[in-house]
């Protein structure tokens, strides 16, 4: 069984930094692209950041210059580094990942981690 587990979450001070990490586990074949989703209570999940399987990165506005996204493509893991915290940045943040499992001619499918909670609080 194919699963991604984040870890990483928690309470942080605005300015502060937290690391998620999301490991990818079962029979995978292929790992495309990885990202990290938020959401809010209300609102709709929203992307923050993606990085494909060549490193090519992006990100939404509003963490551009704060958060980093990376992989380590032997461990099948992507991380963000968040540095610089806000309130606004508190949501629960959810790793998901376009891979292909089980064979080779499998098409790919997105994947997706049960969510990891980062509040930003004084």
């Known amino acids: 069984q194919v699963q991604l587990v984040e870890s990483g979450g928690g309470l942080v001070q605005p300015g502060g930094s937290l690391r998620l990490s999301c490991a990818a586990s079962?029979?995978?074949?292929?790992?495309?692209?990885m990202g990290w989703y938020r959401q809010v209570p209300g609102k709709q999940r929203e992307l923050v950041a993606v990085?494909?399987?060549?490193?090519?990165?992006n990100y939404v506005g509003s963490v551009k210059g704060r958060f980093t996204i990376s992989r380590e493509s032997a461990k099948n893991t992507v991380y963000l580094q968040m540095n610089s915290l806000k309130p606004e940045d508190t949501a629960v943040y959810y790793c998901?990942?376009?891979?292909?499992?089980?064979?080779?001619?499998?098409?790919?499918?997105?994947?997706w981690g049960q969510g990891t909670q980062v509040t930003v609080s004084s």
């Open positions: 079962g029979s995978i074949i292929r790992i495309n692209a």
């Open positions: 990085i494909t399987s060549g490193g090519s990165t």
């Open positions: 998901n990942a376009e891979m292909t499992t089980g064979t080779w001619y499998s098409p790919p499918h997105k994947y």
